[in-house]
């Protein structure tokens, strides 16, 4: 070093601008690379732990979404179900209303009808999804309706209430869908409007002959199928609930992805601008290092 005109201090000066140079480039190429600001929560230490809240928050709406899409999908299929029943109820009030008419319609048929009915209706109620019963309450496991429970006994007019054929429980299911938000949804197979119907068709399946058997079976499906067209109205406002919570929080999940984001994630065309310009820099320290480093005092003398 003592042959240079440059002083040890100064050139140690240039080396260390050009280290530091080359450290900057190269964090530069990095980050345009992988989009990162940092490779680690170090190179954000200010901002770590907000951003640690922020990403937790989108997780926590992540998983609200998920029970609300599940819950709506079974809210939906329970909808549909009941139009199925709703349907069933009104072609079978029809086939009472011709069987009252005279006697035309023998009690064979009539009771064949109505036995049909019945085990038609259990079935759906009986239905099961993604492994779990849908109308017994939260007692998912256990098929809701068994028409042979000994308690549930035949009826003729006047009849009374029964629903011994329920095997579920009490509990209304819920779904949380945010941090503020439960939803009560869905309806137990032990609802008065399928006691009606089961009630009727029972009436009818044991007294297929009888005008003031079919009479009240014919009046308890017609309330039933109001009761059915209620719970379906119940339904949709209940879907409707949690499509509008799904979609609030999914507002808000991309509101927070874009904030994390722009604490985390680096602006790549500013960074290639700042990357030009560390790379002029740096070839120009390059350039005036070798200059420095190549002078000597034998060039003077």
């Given amino acids: 070093m003592v042959n240079r005109v440059s002083t040890y201090a100064y050139t140690n000066t240039v080396v260390s601008e050009n280290m530091r140079l080359q450290t900057k480039y190269a964090d530069l190429n990095t980050q345009i690379s992988s989009g990162l600001i ?41 909808y549909s179900t009941l139009g199925q029943l709703e349907n069933m109820a009104n072609s079978m009030l029809s086939n009472i209303t011709s069987a009252l008419g005279g ?35 939260s007692d998912i496991d256990t098929v809701p309706v068994d028409l042979t429970d000994p308690a549930w006994i035949p009826q003729t007019a006047p009849s009374v209430v029964n629903s011994s054929y329920y095997q579920g429980n009490s509990t209304v299911n819920s779904s949380q869908i945010s941090e503020t938000f439960t939803v009560n949804y869905g309806v137990k197979a032990d609802n008065t409007a399928f006691e009606k119907i089961f009630r009727a068709y029972n009436i009818l399946f044991n007294n297929p002959t009888s005008g003031a058997d079919k009479t009240e079976a014919s009046d308890l499906i017609q309330q039933a199928i109001t009761d059915i067209a209620n719970i379906r109205g119940l339904l949709s406002t209940q879907a409707r609930s949690i499509e509008e919570q799904t979609d609030k929080n999914e507002q808000d999940r991309i509101y927070l992805k874009e ?26 320290s390059y350039s005036a290092s070798v200059r420095i480093l190549n002078l000597s005092l034998v060039n003077y003398l």
Avoid: C, H, W
Wanted: glycine share 8%.
């Fill in 38 to 78: 940092s490779q680690d929560f170090k190179g954000i230490a200010k901002d770590s732990q907000y951003l640690l809240a922020v990403e937790s928050s989108q997780d926590k709406l992540t998983a609200y979404n998920a029970n609300g899409n599940s819950t709506l999908a079974l809210v939906n299929i329970m």
């Fill in 103 to 137: 006697d035309l319609v023998p009690g064979t048929i009539v009771a064949t009808q109505a036995d049909n009915a019945m085990r038609e209706t259990a079935g759906l109620l009986n239905l099961r999804v993604g492994g779990r019963y849908i109308f017994s309450g």
């Fill in 259 to 284: 904030l994390s984001s722009s604490i985390k994630e680096v602006d790549i065309p500013s960074a290639s601008v700042r990357l030009t310009e560390v790379q002029g820099q740096l070839e120009a």
